[in-house]
């Protein structure tokens, strides 16, 4: 399997998704902001349509319009603080709509199909070089601000009073949003894309750790995620985004299964 060298470009740029999207999506989580997340890797297509049919690399396409979506939903938190929904529509609106309007009109020389999937064919030595910029730049980002953030994910408000520049950060977190966003879409796909930002650090939740342990966790299963959809998917032949999120699902409930029995055992021995 490894001997082909579009399998070697897809379990690279998978190890970088296994490493990124963690570290964006615990915070994401913690603001129970994941939804937005959604809403951005759908309109990560826009992008890719916009990046094709400018003869661009797909990946940046994605990663400029979903950074700026990123940002319209901050700009637009401002005004719709008890209605973040509102938000989740107008963001899909715009990327859905862009995205449809430019696959419709037959301008598209390219199939945008396999970035709605995923595909391991897809994945070029430049994609690997876009991956791999994007992917140290977001995580020197995180490791730099890392104290910030958390504080934000905790308490925004607490945060504003501290002197931490809310605002801004939320911006350059929005960025970091959309770099995992566009590291993924080769491999996951933009439908299930989401799977991979919130499902791993939901079931790292459920060990009950601390903050860093449970990100160290999160890596460790969107790794077993990420590359089980991957090998299976090549031996299935199938598209590895949706045996990705079947893993992740499955990983998750395995492992809330295994938490109640092991309670289960603990409250038989004190009886």
Not at 76 to 81: A, C, K, V
Not at 167 to 183: E, Q, T
Not at 184 to 198: D, E, F, N
Request: proline share 1%; glycine share 8%.
């Amino acid at each position: 399997m490894l001997s082909y060298g579009f399998m070697q470009n897809a379990f690279f740029v998978s190890l970088c998704i296994s490493l990124l999207c963690p570290c964006i999506g615990i915070f994401l989580v913690l603001r129970r902001y994941s939804m937005i997340g959604d809403a951005l890797s759908h309109a990560s297509l826009a992008g890719i349509t916009i990046g094709l049919l400018l003869g661009q690399s797909p990946v940046l396409g994605a990663f400029v319009f979903t950074s700026v979506c990123g940002a319209l939903v901050e700009f637009l938190r401002g005004y719709y603080r008890k209605h973040t929904d509102l938000i989740l529509s107008i963001i899909l609106s715009l990327g859905v709509g862009t995205a449809i309007t430019i696959i419709s009109s037959g301008r598209l020389r390219v199939n945008a199909e396999a970035f709605m999937f995923g595909s391991v064919l897809t994945v070029s030595r430049a994609d690997m070089v876009m991956v791999l910029a994007l992917s140290i730049i977001s995580l020197l980002a995180v490791a730099l601000l890392y104290h910030q953030m958390l504080y934000i994910a905790f308490d925004e408000e607490a945060a504003k009073v501290a002197g931490v520049r809310v605002r801004l950060i939320n911006y350059v977190f929005s960025i970091l949003v959309a770099s995992a966003i566009s590291v993924s879409i080769r491999i996951v796909g933009v439908l299930v894309l989401s799977s991979m930002i919130a499902i791993p650090v939901a079931t790292a939740l459920q060990l009950g750790k601390g903050f860093r342990t449970t990100l160290i966790f999160s890596i460790f299963f969107s790794a077993v995620d990420i590359m089980s959809g991957l090998v299976f998917s090549y031996y299935l032949n199938v598209a590895p985004g949706g045996l990705t999120a079947l893993f992740s699902v499955a990983l998750l409930l395995t492992v809330i299964l295994g938490k109640r029995l092991v309670s289960g055992l603990k409250r038989t021995e004190r009886q």
